[in-house]
């Protein structure tokens, strides 16, 4: 995998993603501007927490340690990560915080997916290339840590989208 057919897939993610989006933020234009549910349960500070930490600290290890040992390739892969990881966030706050449209609730089942791809043929990449195993460890950790955070985001439609019978259980 080349640096340029990295960055062409990334972009064509982000521009489907957001034509998505926007599409989405059309059609649900005449839905109440979007508030996040007040109270959140109180596992969610431990889960966003920890979501936060685990998914920068050890790529942001395993970038700073490429670039100081000039693996081009892991660099590639955990630069390819962060730079999607922001766009999201982008979004997340365009949908949430500009427009307050609903569609930001779509935002993470669109790119928490392709990370989970980005991290698996990272993994590929890495051990087809012999890169330390640590490098595939954390790969295999990033995966896990937003495996469960996708779950989790799934568990929590019924409360974003405020349906009294299922999100009074959650």
Do not use: C, H
């Not at 959140?40 to 700073?64: D, H, N, R």
Request: net charge neutral; proline share 6%.
């Amino acid at each position: 995998m080349s640096f340029a057919s990295l960055l062409i897939e990334n972009g064509v993610f982000f521009i489907v993603a957001t034509g998505f989006l926007s599409i989405t933020a059309w059609a649900w234009q005449n839905q109440q501007p979007f508030k996040l549910p007040q109270t959140l349960p109180g596992w969610f500070k431990y889960w966003f927490g920890s979501v936060q930490l685990l998914g920068t600290v050890p790529p942001l290890g395993a970038l700073g340690w490429s670039l100081w040992q000039g693996d081009f390739l892991v660099a590639m892969v955990f630069t390819a990560y962060f730079a999607m990881l922001a766009l999201q966030v982008l979004s997340e706050i365009v949908t949430l915080r500009q427009l307050r449209s609903v569609a930001w609730v779509m935002v993470p089942y669109l790119y928490l997916p392709y990370r989970l791809w980005q991290l698996y043929e990272g993994l590929r990449w890495t051990t087809a290339e012999a890169a330390p195993s640590w490098i595939q460890l954390i790969l295999i950790g990033e995966i896990g840590v937003w495996g469960v955070n996708y779950l989790l985001d799934l568990a929590q439609l019924p409360r974003l989208f405020r349906w009294p019978e299922i999100a009074d259980k959650t």
